[in-house]
T-cell receptor, first 116, second 111 residues
């Protein structure tokens, strides 16, 4: 079965420290991978995606993610966390349907808390 | 440029009733997907519409139905509401790029 796992329900980081939010996936074929962020009572905002090419992907607000095919992982990272980064983060995978469309399969989400 | 818009913002319904939620996609987008997000969970895919046809469907019962109009806007209909249908319903639009852009959602409460 195709799935996404976010092993940490919550990640706590001090402001200015680096942060990592973990994601692993299970999907047949080439995966298309995404990170979204959700603020309270809001929809999801797109952060970044991996489709093909360089394994290190840079996205919005200073976030980046590294695709690791052998470990089937796509961890989200940021060199220096801000208090305003505190939110709920979702990893998503889209199986390769042979086109640009198709449904997203989401993880359960990881709550990031950045303390001053 | 307006992003994805959804209406209404909040809705309270009684068990057994029917509800219609609406979505307008981001300008230039022709594909609309609907997701259900229960409290504390990630979004679950309901279905996707393209060229006014349901192109893909997730594991949801037939009580959930939809429609896409010629202007690419979309509706999600849920019949015979159950308490378990209480959730945030998210609409997402996309085009030829791979990412989907989400609206703010409609919070449905079934009592």
């Amino acid at each position: 079965a195709q799935s996404v796992a976010q092993p940490e329900d919550q990640v706590n980081v001090a402001e200015g420290n680096p942060l990592t939010v973990k994601c692993t996936y299970s999907v047949s074929g080439n995966p298309y991978l995404f990170w979204y962020v959700q603020y309270p009572n809001r929809g999801l905002q797109f952060l970044l995606k991996y489709i093909t090419g360089d394994n290190l992907v840079k996205g919005s607000y200073g976030f980046e993610a590294e695709f690791n095919k052998s470990q089937t992982s796509f961890h989200l990272k940021k060199p220096s966390a801000l208090v305003s980064d505190s939110a709920l983060y979702f990893c998503a995978v889209r199986p390769d349907y042979g086109g640009s469309q198709g449904n997203l399969i989401f993880g359960k989400g990881t709550k990031l808390s950045v303390k001053p | 440029d307006a992003g994805v818009t959804q209406s209404p913002t909040h809705l309270i319904k009684t068990r057994g009733q029917q509800v219609t939620l609406r979505c307008s996609p981001k300008s230039g987008h022709d594909t609309v997907s609907w997701y259900q997000q229960a409290l504390g969970q990630g979004p679950q895919f309901i279905f996707q519409y393209y060229e006014e046809e349901e192109r893909q469907r997730g594991n949801f019962p037939d009580r959930f139905s939809g429609h896409q109009f010629p202007n690419y806007s979309s509706e999600l209909n849920v019949n015979a509401l159950l308490l378990g249908d209480s959730a945030l319903y998210l609409c997402a639009s996309s085009s030829t790029s791979y990412e989907q852009y989400f609206g703010p959602g409609t919070r449905l409460t079934v009592t």
